[in-house]
């Protein structure tokens, strides 16, 4: 059984450039690793510590837990939403969909999984500083070449159009972790309103098509009622 190979975390960032700062509002989160990748971790016990570091420190990022203590999650997002367009990653378990949505809708950018992992962080990270240099994707035997625009499937060339191909990118850099409807709106469609006409599941469904994945039991880019989709390598658990 062949499992999720994703592209290595780049090397730990070397000169003078400014590193980019994450405050973790999570009482529980151990992160500390990020920092051999150049980034500073602040950490929050609670909402109203966040909100207190969030406006001395100005971090370039924001990871808050679903169960944040001493305030309203949806609220506290709305409000940081409103003062600053900073990117906000929530942390949500198995058992917080409801929330995990309605923090989306309130204006959180991503949501991952609790626990954090760091392969899944550093990207949105990256991406928020503009710093992801990587012009090749690889989970399990798919590759996807951005500056060639080009999708391999165990070595075969296979074609993908445009939207399907900022789609199956979109899903390959968030390998293992749901991505919402939303979220694919805003990232593939510029849109802040999901598509019309069940638009993402019929570019999804074509998209199976051409990786060969069952369409009714799918194990690459699989359903999340009610969330969204979640990508993971061919035959991986």
């Known amino acids: ?63 808050i837990s679903a169960h944040l203590p001493s305030v309203d999650l949806v609220a506290l997002i709305r409000t940081l939403r409103r003062n600053r367009d900073v990117p ?55 590759e996807l070449d951005r500056a060639a625009h080009v999708v391999r499937l165990r070595g075969r060339v296979v074609h993908v159009p445009l939207r399907e191909f900022e789609l199956l990118q979109f899903l390959m850099a ?13 990232k593939v469609w510029r849109s802040t309103t999901s598509p019309p006409n069940n638009t993402i599941a019929v570019h999804v469904k074509r998209l199976r098509a051409r990786l060969g994945d069952d369409e009714k039991n799918p194990s690459v880019i699989r359903t999340v009622r009610g969330l969204g989709y979640r990508f993971t390598a061919p035959d991986a658990d």
């Open 88 to 142: 906000i990653i929530l942390g949500a378990g198995p058992a917080d969909a409801e929330i995990a949505v309605q923090g989306l809708q309130a204006g959180a950018t991503a949501c991952v999984a609790i626990p954090y992992r760091g392969q899944e962080l550093l990207p949105i990270i990256q991406s928020a500083r503009g710093e992801s240099s990587l012009t090749s994707i690889r989970v399990g035997d798919i």
């Open 1 to 63: 059984m062949s499992h999720a190979t994703v592209t290595p975390m780049p090397d730990p960032v070397t000169g003078d450039e400014q590193p980019p700062v994450l405050l973790v509002a999570d009482p529980e989160a151990d992160l500390a690793a990020l920092a051999d990748y150049g980034i500073v971790v602040l950490h929050s016990r609670d909402g109203l510590d966040a909100l207190l570091q969030i406006g001395t420190t100005r971090p370039d990022v924001i990871l």
């Open 174 to 186: 968030n390998n293992g972790r749901v991505v919402t409807r939303e979220e694919i709106a805003h």
